[in-house]
């Protein structure tokens, strides 16, 4: 049984409100986890496991790392306190682009980000042996459920733009059982193995967005730059006004606002409520051998074909009349004087489309892969061994739950197909210095097929198939167990060259995307460094009267990486060094242990994603992406600061 609480390591701004908690990441959880172990006989054992999770915590804000021209609209929506002010002059990039340090750690929210996640799960594991055929009998069933209920406020701001309720039909859900079933058994230079698989997963998924107070006044401010009625206009100065005709401003023209803003009708409060469920099963049967040719020389044969099928039920629904602003833009565009095509989109985004009211999606598919391995190991002696291996993996297709649009019209199909990879190894083993130092080293070449990647657009999540994605390099690890006694040291490094292949629009799925995916063809894939290197050291040291002392010292080091699946230049990682380390006072028998611990002992500071703001800007206004043109918010999730904590383990 274990439990833990953290303070948050966000300050939060709340903006207009109504939200009151001004602190986010908080942690507070417990876990419990009992298992039984049955003998019924010399020949028999069943295993039996039972756990479950709860969590309550406040996640996730965001902090600015950049703000375009929209920076003043959101800060006149929510009386100066929508968002941080920028340090004008920064580095990235031309105006309108600001620079500001976000590690002060304060986050603009005005909308609750509580959530409450439930997470239990059962398992049998039952092992019997055949005496008769020197073999084992083994059967894995499981059952799991997975479900959490979440508020997010969408636009990660102080003003009240778009958000979603905890209680609001926001949430996620995942009830599992499988079933495996496994022979394996042994002779003098062969060991065997036959199996099947079954799982059938219910996957569920309900959304819902609320727009707020400051939606309708906000989209005027994009499309006229001038100050609505309702928050005490006409205003005769202009906050920001683009000249690029792909901008959110195409009706600013010569310097000057227009008289007659679009005044956009949209609802306030719910007005979506979305249903995804989903029904997978997935079937499989596999053998895993290893064939001793000699005793220096294995070669292993693993095969596996699985059969995947999916069944999608979706029903959408806009709610309380949303989405008829879009419809009366879309009416307009057959008259003189058109609505332009920028301030179209702003009125059809996804949550404002009237396409997706009462839309019901019914998709399936069945598909069969074959997939696995074949491996060979030499012993050149007993403390050195080489290996090479080639292995065949599969990803199955899914669907994505999500509204996903090409321009006003909703995609027809959800599906997206699936991926695969081809994996080559070259390395060696070792026991060296009479068994005290191990060391390793692996040369890997990867090369996938239709990559799964998964975009966050600024609107919906969308996932597309990139051709081909390969990953070559080399991978080394060590473990020395020094000469003074309970004084271990162990080392790793990596070095990955992971790169996208060369790809159009053609070669995708929906070749519209191609304009946010235009910088992936021939770069380097997103959280993927090229050198990853880890260290550390522990000691462990007998004080007597059955007691015991251990202290641990780790660090990782990572070089730059981009945190952004779309590429884009501000989204760019340093490298950066993480250091953690804990001392710890027990019993010898491990019976009981109090640690001291900490985490991030240099208090680094990084990114962990960086992301574009909703309906803040837009950074592919040209196509190759141009900096000079990028007016995108950027909104980033921070890595934790140094943190400290105290465990107790005990063991009974």
């Keep these: 049984m274990a439990a833990r609480q953290r303070d948050g390591f966000y300050d939060v701004d709340t903006g207009d409100g109504p939200r009151t ?92 980000t509580g959530q409450e996640i439930e997470d239990y799960g059962f398992s049998a594991e039952v092992n019997a042996d055949i005496e008769s055929w020197n073999a084992t009998v083994t059967s894995v069933t499981a059952w799991r459920s997975w479900e959490s209920v979440n508020g997010m406020d969408v636009d990660f701001t102080g003003a009240d733009l778009i958000y979603r309720n905890q209680d609001g039909n926001f949430g996620f859900g995942i009830d599992t059982l499988s079933q495996e079933l496994r022979l394996a058994g042994s002779t003098s230079n062969f060991d065997w193995l036959i199996g099947g698989f079954y799982a059938r997963e219910n996957l569920s998924r309900d959304d819902s967005y609320f727009l707020g107070a400051d939606y309708n006044p906000y989209l005027s401010f994009l499309f006229t730059a001038t100050v609505p009625a309702a928050l005490g206009g006409p205003n005769p100065g202009r906050i920001q006004c683009f000249t690029d005709p792909t901008g959110f401003n195409p009706l600013c023209a010569a310097g000057l606002a227009p008289p007659n803003p679009l005044a956009p009708t949209q609802i306030v409060g719910q007005g979506v409520d979305d249903h995804y469920s989903q029904v997978s099963e997935t079937f499989a049967i596999f053998t895993n051998n290893t064939w001793r040719v000699t005793d220096a020389l294995e070669l292993t044969l693993g095969l596996r074909w699985t059969n995947d099928e999916k069944d999608l039920q979706v029903q959408q629904d806009n709610i309380n009349g949303n989405g008829a602003a879009c419809l009366g833009a879309l009416a307009n565009q057959g008259t003189a004087s058109p609505t332009p095509t920028s301030a179209l989109g702003a009125l059809c985004l996804p949550w404002s489309n009237p396409f997706y009211d009462n839309r019901a999606v019914t998709e399936n598919f069945s598909e069969d892969a074959f997939s696995g391995t074949f491996k060979a190991a030499y012993r050149l002696n007993d403390s050195f061994m080489i290996y090479g291996s080639y292995a065949r993996g599969y990803k199955g297709a899914g669907y994505n739950l999500d509204r996903v649009q090409t321009g006003v019209i909703p995609d027809a199909s959800l599906y997206f197909p699936a991926e695969t990879v081809d994996s080559w190894e070259l390395g060696f083993k070792s026991t060296l210095f009479n068994r005290s130092l191990l060391f390793n080293a692996t040369l890997f070449d990867q090369t996938f097929e239709d990559f799964q990647l998964n975009t966050f657009l600024g609107t919906a999540f969308v996932v597309e198939s990139i051709p081909e994605l390969n990953s070559t390099g080399v991978d080394m690890d060590m473990l020395w167990f020094t000469p003074v006694e309970g004084l271990t040291l162990n080392g790793g490094l990596t070095y990955s060259d992971t790169t996208y292949g060369n790809f159009t629009a053609a070669d995708l799925i929906n070749p519209a995307r191609f304009g946010p995916l235009s910088l992936l063809p021939g770069a380097q894939m997103s959280f993927a460094p090229e050198w990853s290197v880890t260290g550390g050291m522990s000691y462990e040291r007998s004080l007597g009267n059955g007691l015991m002392g251990r202290f641990n010292l780790s660090a990782k080091y990572s070089s730059e990486y981009n945190t952004g699946s779309d590429l884009l230049p501000a989204k760019m990682q340093d490298a950066f060094t993480l250091v953690n380390g804990r001392i710890g006072f027990g019993a010898e028998d491990r019976s009981w242990m109090l640690e001291v611990w900490g985490q991030n002992l240099t208090d680094e500071e990084y990114y962990q994603v960086v992301f574009n703001a909703p309906l803040q800007g837009t950074a592919f206004n040209s196509i190759p992406y141009n900096p000079a043109t990028d007016t995108q918010t950027y909104n980033a999730f921070l890595g934790a600061p140094r943190t400290w904590g105290v465990t107790l383990r005990v063991r009974y």
């Design 21 to 112: 908690m001004t602190e986010d990441q908080t942690q507070d959880f417990w876990t419990a986890r009992g298992q039984l172990l049955i003998l019924p006989s010399d020949l028999a054992s069943i295993r039996l496991i039972a756990d479950y999770s709860k969590r309550e915590e406040f996640c996730c804000v965001a902090s600015q790392i950049r703000v375009g021209p929209t920076f003043g609209f959101i800060n006149a929506l929510s009386n100066g306190q929508g968002q941080a002010a920028p340090v004008t002059g920064g580095s990235f990039g031309p105006a309108p682009g600001y620079d500001f340090v976000p590690y002060s750690r304060t986050a603009y929210s005005n909308r609750d």
